[in-house]
């Protein structure tokens, strides 16, 4: 940690500030320059709160070194996690280290009949996980709010029928333990990415957690996050880059596709991308997931629909099966350019 | 509801789409211009999902009319709402409508001594609300998390103490039930505001709950979720501006303090500023809290500590109770040019 | 345009406004609904200032339906606008509807050595456009502000030497006429989007111009600065995303790879990504050009230096030669993919 | 500055590091960590790029401790600079140091009659200066563009006529000489914040400037243009904020109030406040200004016009001067409460 101090510390305020610093149990090294007195703190970083520091009388400010997260960095961890994903029936699919993850389905699990159709669908399509909503988080108190555990046994059927493992969003502590009976996968959405205690409940599981960028998280903010999950002994977080707030508002968020390299290079954890979310409309999806796995995404996850003009939640951003088996052809190319593969799911 | 149509959509298409929207209840007025046609859809808005509309093929964009929220809007409840907050040993406070409310204490209730010191130094300031954190969301696994319930009952002792009500934030379904036990009034945190689970559950109890705006939530987002705790029954919704997130980091948020007008424009609901976590400077502390009540707040939330530099969090920011002191008579003043006034809680 | 009128319109208000919209030579649909009236405005959209309209009393909204740019608009220019650049000593290279152009070369044109060898190196490695500054928007008044005319001579002649249009930026109004004589393509950087004197200056001339998007413009407002250009009878726009301001402060600016899709959708023009300005950082620059050719740009702008380190400006995101042409032959591979090619500059 | 190695950085690098900072005339002082090295650089920092520091082999990241900017910095100019700016018929109004100024006027000066009518009102009111467009910059290439020099003599003459100063936009390097000739103080609009060129010319003039915060500027690009100008011996800049992009899209702009204060901590120059602008929208124009004086702005700059439905530009947002003259009551009875005053100009 770096340790600036304001121009009218004199003396004896460096002095009281260096025995303060000390008296943390870390070392200080002084360095005065011709308008400011700059200290340099050597010791452990993650023990001491930048925030301590920066409430001392003469300090102007506090630049730390070292990111603040540890288990979830790539600085004591150089190698790609590679999180394996065991399948309904035998088998796993892989993501990170040059395995590529495919994931689709419905916005919301909206009955039986559609949970099957859809997973035979988009698992022909090329994708390897099933995705749908139990639990949905609506911004209307008077929208759809999911069908919840019934929704949960449809999608571990679909599941079981293809051998796909499914994945379904969690939004409450009080989810977890039902969630966890039925699907292979957390998902915390992009509104829950800093629901502290919903962090640490699944990250007391063993399942995988998918971890959505929140819409105004900072890079570092989402790592923090995946740490919360990590500290608790779960180590398979894969990060999901979702889009953010911007100014503009030709679609529904801004996709931050640079973060995608960006987290690959401080995390060793997988990173896929939501295109669906962040356009909100099936016109840019299809780009939009070409650009992700151009700048070395690790997957996909994206929304498909039979009837989108019927869809319960987000009809507009829904592709048809057959629009998302085109995509996945030009996307497997696009990887292996790239020298990587998307995982499949070996049949049922 | 607006509904325009793509250029290419023909006489087919165009009756096919009004036969859609009849098909729902509504009625569908058709406008054909040079370049596009144009429905104008009437009927009861909100039973009508927008996406639906926007679903249907040939359909280019639905523009709404009318707000998403009700309950909360001020279009169907002109007057506006003053929130009586009763205090432990009789008497009340009062928001809204011209009563100004002033919140303060330390970040987290630190000791039980550190508490009661606090309480009584920011009521004899100007408070009539303490505030004090018992479960603390931090962007950290390894920072403090705060005391639970055993901070709850120092701030019920010093809340009663001083004949203060008594404000901490709630970040988690499961506690809802002990908080609402020994506090006056929930805070749903920033970090929460979309957590539509705690806010169904706050609106369940009758107990007052200050709604921080996200800091990636539009005016309009924070006012649905708003609406969340209204549709349970809950009227006591006071509204609290925190920051957003910007591009602009000289301090950790932008205030952004026009929302306060256009928040009281849309919402008869009360709408507070907190200073404090905008600035992350005590620095700029009582300049933001001036604008506040500049723009017409009907009050403010701030942090205070007697030893910044030894606080368990957010440090930086505490203002010190003689400080707090001196802006609170600036602030009476300008709210008295204004026409306002703040409320005072009853001596103990 | 649409116009919305407050829920306290009466008839006699109504009446005035409809007088006031036929006054202003357009026809007036009104539609009465439960809350509000809506009057459907048909006529000349382009004519009308959507202000004039709002400042009418009684009125609460009024919403667009046509764009406001229409020399820009792909609505009535289906066909992608294709873009002949000649070479100085013979031959062209083209960009857009699936011609993908590489322009590289150095931040600054330091001296007439480095044009020279860049100029050769980068021919080499793929691209076919020179790009060099001469006059340097730079943040500090301090900071070397560019070699100007003499610079300008460097890169002419480096052009001509390796058959390569040449393309530089030009800040100043003034300085129109000396950088169309010595190059072939005006730069207008994204801090003078909004420059419309310049913009109208190099409207008439007749020489492609690279439109920078603006660190804070809307795709909407970008096609507006380019329809000043086209308006002056300059049809050869090139449009460049090179990221925006967020509240993301990982790299320099957040590249929206989004606005390229959108863009195309919304306009015919050619759309290019300058990935060197928006990472700031050399390790980021092939993954996101990757990207920007994966979300269907018609071409990149990359910075290049020989020795970085030495570099008079913008060193830390220059790629050496060696490594844009690796970069080179893996965006043929996804441009290829996807159908397209990058136009070669015939050899000199 | 300081300068933070990689971790894979020895002694053979971390030796040739320190002897390449060396060379550039400073002094290195090292200090190794568990787990970086970091050098302290002291001498003349602002010699010295950050970015060829960064560009150096091995080197991670770099950390200015001093600002960029050093004319405009409070550092070395402790004392608010009051500006005063002379009446056409003697006296002077002032700006700055507990002075406050009132401009207003119309947005585009559109016709004589107008121009001497607002003026009289926006006086009775109490204004001091008065605003009037000649050049406008428009978003769109067909809007009115402005009255040019013939609105600039209007503009000379109600001055004189009501002895107040007179401001008004340049946008073209070559309007300053023409500008200069008629008006009292320049203005340079957010679009034109980075015109570096336009900047210098304004500087080498001895009339004040107004310089407007780009709408994605941080506050320390912004005191870097201000320096742009003070640098060519200029020292008469008013900043001037009028509102940022962000996601919100209630108002036009977001007003950052919380800029004036971090302005006026990092620099010694007036900071005034556009509400008009930033709302787009009269009815929260007032609640913004007070907001603004509350902040402790150093003034405000109003839009009014007797007739808005009928403005050539900006209409929905210019207050009736009756409107005006109300809101200027409460501002200065704010300002009072602060210690400060509205600064007047003499009458004719």
Known sequence: ???????????????????????????????????????????EEVKVDPEHLKSINGVEQVLPIMKPYKLASREFHKEATVIEIPCPNGGMVKVGGGHCLAIAG???????????QLAKEVKAAGASVLRGGAYKPRTSPYSFQGHGEEALKWLRDAGRENNMPVITEV????????????????????????????????????????LKRGMAASISEWLMSAEYVL??????????????KTFETALRYTLDLSAVPVAQANSHLPVIVDPSHAAGDRQFVPALARGAIGVGADGIMVECHDNPAK?????PQALLP??????????????RTLGRNFSEAPAR
């Open 171 to 210: 939004m409450d502590t009080r989810h977890v333990a039902v969630i966890e009976r039925y699907t292979d996968i957390f998902q915390i959405g992009a509104r829950n990415m800093q629901n502290f205690n919903l962090l640490f409940e699944v990250g007391k599981t063993r399942k995988p957690v998918v």
């Open 322 to 335: 057959e629009v998302f088996a085109g995509l996945m052809r030009e996307l497997k190319m696009i990887a």
């Open 106 to 116: 419905p916005c919301a699990a909206e009955d039986e009949g559609m949970v099957h």
């Open 1 to 43: 940690m770096i340790v600036i101090l304001k121009p009218e510390a004199n003396d004896a305020l460096v002095k009281d500030i260096v025995s303060q610093i000390e008296g943390l149990g870390l070392q200080a090294h002084l360095s005065r320059g011709q308008f400011r007195t700059v200290i340099g703190v050597v010791g």
């Open 311 to 315: 869809a319960m939640c987000d009809g």
């Open 231 to 244: 500290s608790q002994g779960n180590r398979d977080v894969i990060l999901c880059e979702r889009g953010i």
